[in-house]
Structures are given as C-alpha cells and as structure tokens.
C-alpha cells in the first residue's frame, strides 16, 4: 500500500474525548491529506499539507486540527468527538501534483465510532 | 446540491458485459478527472486520469470527459468478477489532489 500507515485501524471512543488519528509514510512524499468518507457523500477533504509545518483547511474542517512537524507523519485530531463524526477516515500521499506520472495514494482507513 | 453527483447503484452485471458509469458535476473550474476503484474494506486506488476533456483508453477501461456538459463516463468491457467494487468519480480545480468526489458506485459482476 504504497509505504502508507494508518493507525489506529480500528477505535472505539466516547464523545466528548479527543482522538488523533496517525498517518506515517515511508516514501518521502511531501503532499498528505484527510479525507473522511460516509456513505452517500463519497469522501470528503478535511485537511491537507503541502510539507513539513504547512497544513491548511479542507471542506469539511471544522472540529478538526492536524499537525505535521515531521515529512513522514500527519496527525488527524478530533478536538471533542462527537457521533457526526463517526467515519471512516482515509490518509492520502502524493509526491508532487497532478499528472500522468504522479498519483495520490491511499492508507488502508481509520474506522472510528463515537458512541 | 452536491458538487459532484453519481448515481450509487448498485449495478449487477453478468461476467463480459459492459459497465457504464457516469458521473455529472456542477463546478465549471474542474479540470482534472479521475476514477477510484475501491474493494471492501480498503482504500481508493486509482484507475484512470483525464486532464480537461477527452477520452482516454486503458486495457477494457475508457474514460470519457465531456466539459461542455458537465459529464464524465467510465466504461469496463468484459467485465469480470474481479472487477466487483465501489467505483468513485473524482475531480479537481487545481493540480493538487484537492478531490471533489461522487457518492460512489457499487457494482457486481456475476460470474
């Protein structure tokens, strides 16, 4: 899977409490993103990062921060979980832009449940 | 209205048909264009990109990009049971991987 890592895989939360989610690669890409996916709305961008310390705001962004103080890792943190946010949450990783030799990549997924 | 919308199926197809999926969008600005492939339980992985409009061919895939009516298209010939998956539309403004993406189709190919 393209050098991409996602944990934890699987959690369980209560609402109210904060959750960071961990995207860590190997490849050296300098692009990672959030994205969120539910059923009917296909995925959704929540932050994106263009390299170390430069993070910046998706469509779905609020109640959630990120942080990327290292190339190879970019946390995902839910301030105060609430159920709506009760997702499966996909990491992603391009080494440049948009074009026939780059591709974005995908981590396995995050399934979290707030009950 | 949602920017990008795709008809979430699902699709049943008996094995060496075609399947045709479609996705429309509101946004005029988009510009890159791309098909996901997703089987249960894992992540997107990539299947064909378009820049602007155009068609594009790939083994039994094709993509069709048509800008001035806001449409795109993705055509599997002789589908197979290994082709059984969710496939998403997706799309952008710039060329970063800012992704707008449908709803998601789920199709399955009887063997």
């Known amino acids: 899977d393209a050098g991409i890592t996602q944990s934890p895989r699987h959690k369980v939360t209560e609402t109210g409490t904060p959750v960071t989610l961990r995207c860590h690669q190997t490849?050296?890409?300098?692009?990672m993103y959030w994205y969120r996916q539910d059923p009917g709305h296909g995925l959704r961008l929540i932050h994106y990062s263009y390299g170390v310390k430069d993070t910046d705001k998706g469509e779905v962004s609020d109640g959630y921060s990120v942080s990327r103080s290292k190339t190879e890792d970019f946390l995902l943190t839910l301030e105060s979980a609430t159920s709506s946010q009760t997702s499966v949450y996909f990491c992603?990783?391009?080494?440049?832009?948009?074009?026939?030799?780059?591709?974005?990549?995908f981590g396995q997924g995050t399934r979290l449940t707030v009950v | 209205q949602k920017e990008v919308e795709q008809d979430p199926g699902p699709l049943s197809v008996p094995e060496g048909a075609i399947v045709s999926l479609n996705c429309t969008y509101s946004n005029s600005a988009f510009q890159y264009f791309m098909w996901y492939r997703q089987y249960s339980r894992k992540g997107p992985e990539l299947l064909m990109y378009?820049?602007?409009?155009g068609n594009k061919e790939d083994g039994r895939f094709t993509a069709q990009v048509d800008k001035s009516s806001k449409y795109i298209s993705l055509f599997i010939r002789d589908s197979q049971p290994s082709d059984s998956a969710t496939y998403l539309c997706a799309m952008s403004e710039g060329s970063d991987y800012k992704l707008s993406f449908g709803a998601g189709t789920t199709v399955t190919v009887r063997a």
């Open positions: 992603a990783i391009s080494f440049g832009l948009i074009d026939v030799y780059t591709e974005a990549f």
């Open positions: 378009t820049y602007s409009s």
């Open positions: 490849e050296n890409h300098r692009y």
